[in-house]
Nanobody
């Protein structure tokens, strides 16, 4: 059973910072890309940032220069450091990982349960 568990969400004032963490646990062979997505009320889920196993990153234009994604492969963890937060960053943030369960299997996507980030006075 593969699980992704997020932590670190909460309420923050505009201009503030938050750090999200996500840990992958269970039995699996390897993790390919890991990333963060978000979904605001009434909107579709969107990619925020992604990082490959080799460390290559990609960001949504709306968060470039404000958010930083990082991972610790030894710990099977991915982080999202969010700065200069804006009210429009308010959403449920989901951790995603593309995981190969066995050496001979295809990779598939796994999702965390989501953590709420609210940016407001």
């Amino acid at each position: 059973q593969v699980q992704l568990v997020e932590s670190g969400g909460g309420l923050v004032q505009p201009g503030g910072s938050l750090r999200l963490s996500c840990a992958a646990s269970g039995s699996f062979f390897s993790i390919d890309a890991m990333g963060w997505y978000r979904q605001a009320p009434g909107k579709q889920r969107e990619l925020v940032a992604i990082i490959t196993s080799g460390g290559t990153t990609n960001y949504a234009d709306s968060v470039k220069g404000r958010f930083t994604i990082a991972r610790e492969n030894v710990k099977n963890m991915v982080y999202l450091q969010m700065g200069s937060l804006k009210p429009e960053d308010t959403a449920v943030y989901y951790c995603n990982a593309r995981i190969k369960k066995y050496a001979t299997s295809w990779s598939r996507d796994y999702w965390g349960q989501g953590t709420q980030v609210t940016v407001s006075w």
